[in-house]
């Protein structure tokens, strides 16, 4: 009896992560606007229809990228830092930055990094998606931190909304800095590029 090769034998609910791994490497090879859904079905090894179940247009799949990795995480961190109300707001950023700063560096995050600052603009739907699922979710994480230390004592008076502006800015910028070392040589190791970002801004934060 001829034995049916594995990679035929996937399980449905398999498929979708599948796809998912597939879009990463087609969207960071060719873009936003350049990948093709047939490309991705073919790197996935699934049939032509079979994406198209899923995942009917690219801006389908690319709302799933990253609600399965930015969104995840952030959901994550919400729950972590619910339960961590009563430690000082200056020990939850300093988690909080840790945990961003290795999450920021993934290559998947890397990838959606590009892609929205490269090519987000041409797709007005998608911009306003990740405003509303990202920034403006990841801004209200970290001025709810900050608005607590300033109600303690623990900050100087300061915008909360303008500090988790800053806070995101710095991180985000720092993170695609350290993935092309190549152009920016005077970059400690991304041990000393994270404890530089905190004690700067935590100085700034402090009375």
Known sequence: MTSIE???RRAPEERPTQILDAAFHEFGERGLAGA?????????????????????TKEAL???MVHT?????LAEAEASQASLVAESAEAQLRRLGQGWWVFLRTDRVQVLQRLVSLELGQFPDLMQFYADEV????????SGIIARGVERGEFREVDPQLAA???SSIWMSHSTWCARREFHK??????????????????????
Do not use: C, N
């Not at 920034?135 to 970290?142: E, K, M, Q, T, W």
């Not at 590029?193 to 801004?201: G, I, K, R, T």
């Open 6 to 8: 594995p990679q035929r």
């Open 36 to 56: 093709r859904l047939d490309d991705i079905a073919k790197r996935a090894q699934v049939a032509k229809g079979t994406i198209y179940l899923y995942f009917p």
């Open 62 to 64: 690319f709302r799933e």
């Open 69 to 73: 990795t930015i969104v995840a995480a």
């Open 135 to 142: 920034i403006a979710r990841g801004r209200r994480l970290v």
């Open 165 to 167: 502006r800053m806070f």
């Open 186 to 207: 005077t970059l400690g190791s991304d041990e000393q590029v994270l404890d530089e970002m905190l004690e700067f801004y935590l100085y700034a934060l402090r009375p």
